[in-house]
């Protein structure tokens, strides 16, 4: 399986060589590093990763963790809370016939502090929360060796289907143009466009779209934009903001 794990700015270097580690055990081989807060090659990092030290200098570094995430078809966040506005953390193997029917799948990990921040969920089509006991906080290489487990070595029936995914390049460039086509068209405004998108998101995510149908759907969007510039032109309608008291999210 093309899998990646991502760590988003990790501060620790040996739980980056752990977490390296942990996934040569489990036959994981794309490290992915977003923003990292410390040296990932220090020696710290490559005494903790031991057989798995080339996998470890192996790894991408990108700044942000859309760009760690364009080539992906489905990307899995790890959480241990719920969060207002964004669907509730699933099982692992609940997710697992998922992850593996993708072609490129990518496991996202968050600070070792706080872990993923709402923004970085809302760039995963569904979250995962490993259970635990009463005491719930894992250490970052102890996740990583779970949620690899479940999705390369737990075993499950093989999927009936298989099914390539838009990129997450491609998802994000469409829910830009959303957000943009919401404003023009008076459906949302500054003060409600996060939440709005937040629930479009989800919905959109859900449905696994297709490269060919999120470019159907931008298709669209490009029509409404065409529409609403040539009436404006004309001189015979305005875009009106929505009502106050109304929330088109809702």
């Known amino acids: 399986m093309n899998l990646a794990v991502v760590l988003v700015s990790p501060k620790t270097p040996g739980n980056v060589g752990a977490a390296a580690r942990a996934m040569l055990n489990m036959g994981a081989g794309d490290l992915r590093i977003v923003a990292p807060r410390c040296d990932v090659l220090d020696s710290q990092a490559v005494a903790m990763a031991v057989h798995a030290a080339d996998l470890l200098r192996s790894a991408r570094v990108y700044p942000t963790l859309q760009e760690a995430l364009a080539?992906?078809?489905?990307?899995?966040?790890t959480t241990a809370r719920l969060r207002a506005d964004l669907p509730a953390p699933r099982h692992p193997a609940q997710v697992r016939p998922l992850v593996r029917a993708a072609a490129a799948p990518a496991l996202v990990f968050g600070p070792e502090e706080t872990g993923l921040i709402n923004s970085d969920l809302e760039q995963c089509q569904v979250s995962i929360r490993?259970?635990?006991?009463?005491?719930?906080?894992?250490?970052?290489?102890?996740?990583v060796l779970l949620v690899c487990y479940e999705f390369l070595q737990a075993q499950d029936d093989v999927p009936e289907w298989t099914r390539k995914t838009a990129t997450r390049e491609e998802m994000e460039a469409m829910y830009g143009h959303l957000h943009e086509t919401m404003h023009l068209i008076g459906y949302t405004d500054a003060v409600r466009a996060r939440h709005t998108l937040r629930l479009w998101r989800s919905m959109l995510d859900r449905a696994l779209m297709s490269s060919a149908e999120s470019r159907l759907f931008r298709g669209l969007l490009r029509q409404v934009q065409w529409k609403v510039a040539d009436a404006a032109a004309r001189g015979t309608a305005a875009p009106r903001p929505?009502?106050?008291n109304e929330d088109p999210g809702e």
């Open 71 to 77: 080539d992906r078809d489905v990307s899995v966040g």
């Open 242 to 244: 929505a009502p106050p």
């Open 130 to 143: 490993i259970p635990t006991g009463d005491y719930a906080s894992l250490n970052l290489a102890q996740a």
